[in-house]
C-alpha cells in the first residue's frame, strides 16, 4: 500500500501536466460555442427579399433539393470583417461553383443594396432578417457567420467569423471537401 | 457651489442606475417582466460568454431579452421559454449547466476533491494520535532514564 502510494505525486503531476499541456494548446478556442445544429436538419424560416434588391428572398425551402451541398452565408454591411470575407465568398462562387445564399443581417435594406452594388452580388437569393429573429433560429452570435448545409437540408457545418486568411481558407475548403460541395483538387 | 454640486450629484447617481434592460424592452406587466428579469439572470449572452443576458448589452442579448418576453407574453412557462433558448444555443447558453452524463465529471469533481481531502486529513489526524500513545516504559528502562539525569545533573560526564 505504502509503495502505491508513493506513485501517487507522479500520478498528480501527470494529470495535471496533461490538463495544462490541453490548455495551452494553441489551437484549442476557448471562447468556441459548440452548434446544436449541427448534423440536424436547418430551422424552418421564410425571409423577404432586401428591398430595393432583385434578388429573391430566402425560405428554407430554397436550401434544399439542389445536387450539392451549398453555403448560407450571414453578413450585414455594417460589419467590417463581411467585407474582407466577401472576396473569399465570390472567389469560391466564380471559381470553385459553390452555390451561395445569404443572410442579411439587421441591415437597412438601403445599405445592403449600395453594398452589394459596390463589391458585386455572388449571392443567388438573400433574406432581410431585420429584427434578427431568424439569426436566433440558427443560433448565431453575431456577423459574419457560415453555414454548410447538406442536400437534404442537414447543417453539415458552421464556422463562425469571417473565412479570410490562409488558415481559415484551408480550414472551410476542408469542410466544403469533405461535405461534398468542392471537389478534391491536387494543386 | 450649486452649480458644481448638481453635476457631482449627477455624476454619481447615473452610472448607479444604468443597466442593459432598456425601458423600451420592458414588459407593461410587472409580474411578466420580473419573471423575465429572472430567466434572463440564467441566460448566458453568446458574444460576451461570462455574461447573462440581462447585464449585457451587445445586440444578440438584447435580441433575446425581447424573445424572452415575447414568448412571456404568449404564455409560455419559465422552463418553456429556457427550452426554447436551449434548443437553439445548447447547453452553453444556460449558465447553471444540466445534470447529465457529459457534465458528471463538472458536477462530481467539487464533491469527489472535498471526500479526498478530507480522507487524507483525517488519516493524517489518526496517524497522529497513534504516534502520542507510545508504550509506556519498563521498571528497568524508569531506572536508567533516572540515573541518566542524576548523572547529568551532578555533572559526572560518564
Redesign the interface.
Same mark, same amino acid.
Given at each position: 500500500m505504502k509503495r502505491i502510494l508513493a506513485f501517487a505525486p507522479l500520478v498528480i503531476a501527470v494529470i495535471f501536466g496533461g490538463f495544462f499541456l490541453w490548455g495551452l494548446n494553441p489551437n484549442r478556442d476557448p +471562447?468556441e #460555442? *459548440?452548434?446544436?445544429l449541427i448534423e440536424q436538419p436547418a *430551422?424552418e424560416f421564410e425571409l423577404a427579399a432586401v428591398e430595393g434588391l432583385e434578388t429573391p428572398g430566402l425560405s428554407r425551402a430554397d436550401l434544399t433539393g439542389h445536387d450539392r451541398p451549398i453555403v448560407l452565408n450571414v453578413f450585414a454591411s455594417w460589419c467590417v470583417p463581411c467585407r474582407a470575407e466577401h472576396t473569399v465568398l465570390t472567389n469560391l462562387v466564380e471559381r470553385d461553383g459553390i452555390r451561395l445564399f445569404g443572410i442579411n443581417y439587421?441591415d437597412k435594406p438601403k445599405d445592403a443594396v449600395r453594398w452589394l452594388a459596390n463589391l458585386g452580388n455572388p449571392y443567388e437569393r438573400i433574406g432581410s432578417d431585420l429584427? /434578427?429573429?431568424i439569426? #436566433?433560429?440558427? /443560433? #448565431? +452570435?453575431?456577423v459574419p457567420e457560415s453555414f454548410i448545409i447538406g442536400t437534404d437540408g442537414t447543417v453539415l457545418f458552421r464556422y463562425v467569423g469571417p473565412v479570410v486568411g490562409d488558415e481559415a481558407i484551408a480550414k472551410f475548403r476542408e469542410a466544403l471537401t469533405q461535405a461534398g460541395a468542392l471537389e478534391e483538387r491536387n494543386s | 457651489m450649486h452649480r458644481l454640486l448638481v453635476p457631482l450629484v449627477f455624476m454619481i447617481l447615473l452610472p448607479l442606475s444604468a443597466q442593459a434592460v432598456e425601458p423600451d424592452e420592458m414588459l407593461a406587466d410587472p409580474v411578466l417582466e420580473e419573471r423575465a428579469r429572472v430567466i434572463s439572470k440564467d441566460l448566458r449572452c453568446v458574444v460576451c460568454q461570462n455574461q447573462d443576458i440581462d447585464s449585457s448589452n451587445a445586440g444578440v442579448a438584447r435580441d433575446l431579452r425581447l424573445l424572452v418576453r415575447e414568448r412571456l407574453l404568449e404564455g409560455d412557462s419559465n422552463n418553456q421559454v429556457m427550452a426554447y433558448i436551449q434548443a437553439r444555443y445548447g447547453d452553453y447558453v444556460l449558465l447553471k449547466p444540466p445534470f447529465k452524463p457529459s457534465t458528471y465529471a463538472l458536477w462530481g469533481t467539487p464533491i469527489a476533491l472535498t471526500l479526498i481531502a478530507l480522507l487524507f486529513g483525517l488519516n493524517i489526524v489518526m496517524r497522529g494520535r497513534r504516534k502520542s500513545a507510545l508504550p509506556e516504559l519498563t521498571e528497568a528502562e524508569e531506572r536508567q532514564v533516572a540515573k541518566f539525569i542524576d548523572n547529568e545533573k551532578s555533572g559526572d560526564p560518564s
Open positions: +471562447s #460555442i *459548440p452548434s446544436v *430551422p439587421k429584427n /434578427g429573429r439569426g #436566433i433560429e440558427w /443560433g #448565431i +452570435s453575431g | -
